[in-house]
């Protein structure tokens, strides 16, 4: 079933294209991770999808529905944090969680269930303003799950946090989504991304360059490291191979390949071929950190 | 999603708020000094009669004059622009509330804050009219039916101020700048508008005691409401050799307040609808 369609969803500050005719699709119990760097549009894009920001063109459907009216009501179906948490400073974060728990119409146990998955019942009772932004972010997860959604939005949910903050939440995002819900998130920690999503599209300067599984991301080429006594001259042959997608020298002497297909003999066996004998041939693991960085720096523009 | 529930919020969202308490305090002690000066005179001082019911209502609703509409200005514009800057009416509607829904809790705050506000005043004005009122000699009502009138008028004057300061939050969505714009358009601003519009189109002086703010703080004026009062003051008038004066009418005021009133939660909600959050 798909959760979020967007057609041509574009909006325009007066002269400042932010979204810029964006499609993309997100499927029922995907962890969707929504990349790109500051600025690219994704928590404009996020507004539009929750109602607070009006698009300027195209539509969109949440659980195939649109429309106003449709819309609010199937947003009941949905929890979100937008930037950073939003709450009343001078309030606990239970009384906070009240205020949410009323519009979402649920109660009080809803409250405390929320409270213990972020695992913030000690401090619930503490104001809001007290908190550490490790328990801001934790809090506002606890709101986005008090009403039991089908769809959570989490807009940079890691964001400004220590790593063991980073930790607690990948590890609640990892849980929810185990739980078989709908995750769409936006973040520019591709680490983070990588270990927590199983699908992503790629946003920059308002535009989608790419949407495709976390895995077909990643194998889209194989990445082999090389070294030899003569650098300059493997470079230069490994960039002449026929399977060559790109080549690059490395500060360090290594030597990196992307190749069209997975067969490191065939190039080992071209390189010899040339009188070029390496001394070390091996699969670089490639990080969506590296996969992003091709995309967003080539420039490109993909189809989903 | 009910009334009951939206109130229900505002109520958390106000009575935990710290400022509500200052403020109100504030408004109390203002209050107070003005009540116990004239209890402590009708002591005193034999030419001053002693504040006691029901005669003291036009004295307890009136002298305080627009300093609760004012304080409860001051509430909403505090209460609705801190939404804006903490983002909380984004995460409101988030959460799942419909715009409409969202202005409809605000506005459900300023008949709230208004009665809350009137009924603190109250209160305080009988406990320094009690010990003069002698209720075993009472031969009328407590309370008389231009005593209501009065009240009533007072009550949507804090309403119309209530709802210009919602109006003013939502526009300006900043507590700072929404304060200081509100208290110089009562200050100087409607004076100014008035002014210079009397002086390009002679027939707006004629309307220009129509003006918001005139409408609002006149409707607190208790010698409109008690013939009384009105007869004392034209007799006071013609002893000095002086015009008499004329009072506006009751009816029109309340008619011409009734009508900023919706006009400027009209304004509000159109202006808070019409923004992205």
């Known amino acids: ?304 | 999603m009910t009334a009951l529930t939206l109130a229900r919020n505002e109520w958390i969202k106000t009575t935990r708020r710290p400022a509500l308490w200052v403020t109100l305090l504030c408004l109390l002690a203002i209050v107070g000094i003005v009540f116990f000066q004239r209890y402590s005179s009708g002591l005193s001082n034999d030419d001053v009669t002693p504040l006691r019911l029901p005669d003291g209502w036009a004295f307890i609703l009136g002298e305080p004059g627009p300093m609760p509409a004012i304080f409860g200005a001051i509430v909403v514009i505090l209460l609705v622009a801190s939404e804006f800057s903490w983002r909380t009416a984004r995460q409101n509607v988030i959460d799942g509330l419909s715009r409409e829904q969202f202005y409809a809790g605000k506005v459900l705050l300023v008949p709230g804050m208004s009665l809350a506000l009137l009924g603190l005043v109250v209160a305080l004005g009988v406990a320094f009219a009690l010990p003069g009122t002698g209720l075993s000699d009472l031969t009328g009502p407590l309370v008389g039916l231009d005593d209501l009138a009065f009240a009533g008028a007072v009550l949507l004057s804090m309403v119309g101020m209530g709802a210009m300061a919602l109006f003013i939050a939502s526009v300006v969505r900043s507590s700072g700048p929404a304060m200081a714009l509100f208290f110089f358009y009562i200050a100087f601003g409607e004076q100014l508008l008035a002014a210079l519009a009397a002086r390009f189109i002679p027939a707006v002086a004629a309307v220009a005691h129509y003006a918001p703010g005139q409408v609002f703080m006149n409707m607190a004026e208790a010698r409109i409401y008690y013939p009384s009062l009105q007869e004392a003051a034209v007799a006071r008038a013609l002893e000095r050799g002086a015009a008499a004066p004329v009072f506006p009418s009751a009816t029109v005021l309340v008619g011409v307040a009734l009508g900023w009133t919706a006009f400027f939660l009209l304004a509000g909600f159109l202006a808070f609808r019409r923004r992205d959050l």
């Open chain 1, 1 to 304: 079933m798909t959760i979020i369609e967007t057609r041509d969803l574009t909006k325009r500050y007066r002269r400042q294209l932010a979204v810029d005719r964006i499609s993309f699709t997100v499927e029922a119990g995907q962890v969707f991770g929504f990349l790109g760097p500051n600025g690219s549009g994704k928590t404009t894009t996020i507004g539009m999808l929750l109602g607070i920001t009006t698009p300027t063109a195209g539509e969109f459907r949440l659980f195939g529905e649109k429309g106003r009216g449709s819309l609010h009501r199937v947003r009941r179906r949905v929890g979100a944090t937008l930037e950073q948490p939003n709450f009343y400073p001078y309030l606990s974060g239970y009384d906070n969680l009240r205020i949410a728990a009323n519009v979402k119409g649920v109660g009080a146990a809803r409250i405390d269930e929320s409270l213990e998955v972020v695992r913030l019942t000690g401090r619930a009772r503490d104001r809001y303003r007290t908190y550490s932004l490790g328990m801001k972010q934790r809090l506002a997860l606890a709101a986005t799950i008090l009403g039991d959604p089908d769809l959570i939005i989490l807009d940079e949910p890691a964001n400004g946090l220590d790593p063991e903050g980073m930790r607690e939440i990948r590890e609640i995002i990892v849980e929810l989504g185990q739980r078989g819900k709908t995750i769409f998130l936006s973040s520019h920690l591709l680490h983070e991304v990588e270990r927590m999503c199983t699908h992503v599209a790629v946003i920059r300067k308002g535009k989608i360059i790419r949407q495709a599984s976390v895995h077909d991301m990643l194998a889209a080429n194989v990445v082999a490291e090389l070294r030899g006594p003569d650098p300059v001259a493997l470079g230069r042959a490994a960039g002449e191979y026929p399977g060559a997608v790109g080549a690059c020298r490395e500060d360090d002497g290594a030597v990196v390949v992307r190749l069209d297909d997975s067969d490191l003999g065939a190039l080992n066996r071209y390189l010899a071929g040339r009188g070029i004998y390496v001394s070390h041939l091996g699969v670089r693991r490639r990080s969506l950190e590296d996969a992003f960085m091709e995309i967003t720096t080539a420039g490109e523009e993909v189809a989903a």
